[in-house]
């Protein structure tokens, strides 16, 4: 039976999470969980997510799933997880093969698990992506098309298995090229945010708005599993826990190679671990976000307590950037054994040689704050930025298309970077701060840099840097 409207709430609100529009999906079960216990430089709690080793199996096949029929094998998905919901917990398998679909959409003690030669291909119409669901865009809440695959208010779900994920990207490659219409669009609605318009009347997916959705996004759930699973392409950013509390991702490789095309967005999200993974991105490969100005100001979640260990990055434009959405803020990063392997030179298919290392970006309408953040054994090839890169002055095309309506600056403390190897960058660190708000402790150890292009430290308005055990030309 699902559990009373007083119980979710009792539940959500133990959590830190909103209560606004959560479904009546989250059942009271007994489904076992793993406690991962993770290492770091800060107070790292415990992270719980679900063991579906003891859940019964529901095979999509036995609901109606054709590998010719997109309809039928969405509606086999769908009645497939609601089967698992409803039995308590289990694992709705998508056995070998390439089954075509439109949207997924996840309920609490649900495992989607893709067996190994299993391709779950999305559709590219918009139309399998309505009615709207509440989600972002960029930092700022919305109605807007599902993401492809989608829980809300959930908790104990999981997406795993040797399988793919690979959606048809043809007219999500359209939409990405902004034309006036979709930046107009933009502008309406960060003006929306602006006016503490309810979310759910910003609804984006009319017109010629043209706001993709993300591959896969968790909003406001609790315990969280993605493992093993390979990604192939994405229509904007590709994973994406937001105001999440309890996630793990493992074992996963993603190649993504479009606009926008991070690999693993946390935002607003608290107890994340990000291991054993492979980044082939377009943009940045870990971003980790806290909201954009006064949307995030409003909800006050900051993102805490993550982890990425033991990753490999062949494209990106970072290997670890904080912001630059972070108007709620951010704290207790660690970034631990990553290292970039690729060629510095990008390749072919929209991939971008990596910028820097760690890249922390606000600008100064942000507000929020930065603190606590790690970074320690890591190595790269050749790189276009640097080991550390501050910048407080990005606003990309948002100098042009809004005034600065509220000015907020971004404190910035204790950036500590340790045992890092790179053949070539142009620089070791850049810190550029504003004279009313400088970065404050900022400790390079062991940092090896053969060759600089550049001026190898350059610092604006920085209090207490210390850089004095690296070695670099």
Same mark, same amino acid.
């Given at each position: 039976m699902t559990i009373s409207v007083d119980r979710r709430s009792l539940l959500l609100t133990?959590?830190?999470l909103p209560l606004v529009n959560v479904r009546a999906n989250v059942r009271a079960a007994s489904l076992p969980m793993q406690?991962?216990?993770? /290492?770091? /430089?800060?107070?790292?709690?415990? !992270?719980?997510?679900?063991?579906?080793?003891?859940s019964r199996t529901f095979l999509i096949t036995d609901f109606g799933a054709s590998q010719g029929d997109r309809a039928a094998t969405n509606a086999a998905i769908r009645r497939a997880i609601d089967a698992a919901n409803a039995a308590g917990s289990g694992i709705v398998v998508v056995p070998a093969g390439i089954w075509p679909t439109g949207k997924i959409h996840l309920k609490s003690n649900v495992n989607l698990h893709l067996d190994k030669g299993a391709t779950l291909r999305f559709s590219d119409q918009p139309s399998d992506y309505l009615p709207t669901v509440q989600t972002s865009w960029?930092?700022?809440?919305?109605?807007?098309?599902? /993401? =492809?695959?989608?829980?809300?208010?959930?908790?104990? !779900?999981? !997406?795993?298995?040797?399988?793919? =994920?690979?959606p048809v990207l043809d007219r999500w490659l359209i939409w990405s090229a902004r034309p006036?219409?979709?930046?107009?669009?933009?502008?309406?609605?960060?003006?929306?945010?602006?006016?503490?318009?309810?979310?759910?009347?910003?609804?984006?997916?009319?017109?010629? +708005? +043209?706001l993709r959705p993300h591959l896969i996004q968790f909003n406001r759930c609790r315990n969280v599993l993605v493992e093993d699973i390979l990604i192939d392409g994405s229509p904007f950013w590709t994973l994406h826990p937001l105001m999440c509390r309890d996630v793990v991702i493992r074992r996963v490789s993603i190649r993504a190679h479009g606009h926008n095309n991070d690999g693993v967005d946390p935002e $607003? @999200?608290?107890?994340? =671990? !990000?291991?054993?993974?492979?980044?082939?991105?377009?943009?940045?490969?870990?971003?980790? #976000? @806290?909201?954009?100005?006064?949307?995030?100001w409003r909800l006050a979640k900051p993102c805490r307590n993550v982890v990425v260990r033991n990753c490999r990055i062949v494209n990106g434009h970072q290997l670890m950037a904080i912001g630059s959405e972070l108007s709620a803020g951010i704290e207790n990063v660690l970034v631990d054994d990553c290292h970039f392997i690729g060629s510095g030179k990008g390749a072919d298919d929209h991939a971008v040689p990596i910028n820097n290392l760690l890249f922390v970006k606000t600008n100064e309408r942000r507000g929020g704050f930065v603190?606590?953040?790690? $970074?320690? +054994?890591?190595?790269?090839?050749?790189?276009?930025?640097?080991?550390?890169?501050?910048?407080?002055?990005?606003l990309y095309q948002w100098k042009s298309l809004l005034p600065t309506y509220v000015r907020r600056l971004t404190p910035i403390e204790g950036l500590y970077v340790s045992d890092v190897a790179v053949n070539q960058a142009k620089f070791v660190s850049s810190i550029k701060a504003e004279r009313e708000m400088p970065v404050r402790n900022v400790r390079l150890d062991r940092? #090896?840099?053969?060759?600089?292009?550049?001026? /190898?430290?350059?610092?604006?308005?920085?209090?207490? =840097?210390?850089?004095?055990?690296?070695?670099?030309?």
């Open positions: 133990a959590c830190g406690r991962v216990t993770v /290492p770091a /430089p800060f107070d790292m709690p415990t !992270i719980a997510v679900p063991d579906f080793r003891a960029e930092g700022i809440e919305c109605f807007n098309y599902s /993401p =492809l695959i989608y829980a809300f208010g959930c908790e104990n !779900i999981a !997406i795993t298995g040797k399988g793919r =994920l690979e006036k219409p979709h930046m107009d669009a933009l502008v309406a609605l960060y003006n929306m945010a602006y006016r503490n318009v309810p979310v759910r009347e910003r609804q984006m997916a009319v017109g010629a +708005n +043209n $607003m @999200s608290e107890n994340i =671990l !990000i291991e054993d993974c492979q980044f082939d991105q377009g943009d940045d490969a870990i971003s980790v #976000k @806290s909201g954009r100005d006064m949307d995030a603190k606590n953040i790690h $970074m320690t +054994n890591v190595s790269a090839t050749t790189i276009a930025g640097g080991v550390l890169a501050v910048e407080t002055d990005v940092i #090896k840099v053969k060759r600089t292009t550049g001026a /190898p430290v350059v610092t604006e308005n920085v209090i207490n =840097l210390n850089h004095a055990t690296n070695a670099y030309q």
